[in-house]
């Protein structure tokens, strides 16, 4: 019989506690995406950090109208997590394939090519691969591929992966 009660009571405790733990968690503000609301979130749930120093005789910055009620609502909805999910951010557009030609090429240390299109842009290489060559006066296509990223066709109707530089 006091075997039973050695195993039933660590048990019973678990089942009483786990709930308790569960329901005191904070609310997940690093899920926040927007700037403000992620900061209202912390805010509220670990306060706000007192003005240490030569700061704290200067006088509060002006807060704008809209930073407020941002962080009004960030605030808001840090207290309660269980209001109605916010709308997801519409995506952005699709970027559109364009041509330009390259005004200039260069090569990054591990021999992956960087472009300069007559429009300003860069792009490098992702991958390195000698069949996609390029020079100063093609004409190149850039254009979105179906994952998000971007693809350059060189002149050969060769396709390659790049990334934008700046």
Known sequence: MNTRKQ????????????????????????????????????????GKPAIVGAKANAPAAPVAPAVAAAAATATAAAIAPQAAPQAAPK?????????????????SADGRFIATLDNGQRWLQL???SR??????????????????????????????VKRLD
């Open 7 to 46: 195993l039933l009571v660590p048990g019973v405790v678990a089942a009483l506690i786990i709930p308790l733990v569960h329901a005191a968690e904070p609310p997940h503000c690093n899920e926040l995406f927007d700037d403000a609301q992620r900061l209202g979130c912390y805010d509220a749930v670990f």
């Open 91 to 107: 995506p952005a557009a699709k970027p559109e394939a364009f041509k330009s030609a390259i005004t200039a090429v260069s090569t």
């Open 127 to 129: 991958e390195k691969d």
């Open 132 to 161: 996609a060559e390029v020079k100063v006066g093609d004409t190149v296509t850039v254009k979105p591929t179906m994952f998000g990223g971007t693809a350059l066709v060189t002149r050969t109707d060769y396709t390659v992966r």
